[in-house]
């Protein structure tokens, strides 16, 4: 059996202000995109593909090697 896995993102404005969701389902209807992975996908892929679902966005990678962080930066969809 597969390891389930799920991940979100955390997607900043140039104020600071954090993206969140709004879920039809749930407790807790405000959350940061994300959800389950498909079959042999990573968290940051299936991060990327939530928030493309969710919001239209198009994450892209950068990583802060002096921090070791990882930074998306998001754009309109292609």
């Known amino acids: 059996m597969p390891k389930l896995i799920g991940a979100a993102a955390v997607i ?3 104020e600071g202000k954090v993206l969140l969701v709004k879920h039809s ?15 042999d996908e ?3 892929e299936t991060a990327k593909r939530e ?3 969710e919001v239209g ?3 892209s990678n950068a990583l802060d090697h002096e921090r070791q962080h ?3 930066t ?3 969809r292609q």
């Open 57 to 59: 966005l198009k994450v």
């Open 25 to 39: 389902y749930g407790k807790n209807n405000w959350d940061l995109p994300g959800g389950k992975a498909e079959e």
């Open 12 to 14: 900043l404005d140039s």
């Open 74 to 76: 998001v754009g309109p």
């Open 42 to 44: 990573s968290a940051q």
């Open 70 to 72: 990882l930074f998306h």
């Open 51 to 53: 928030v493309h679902e």
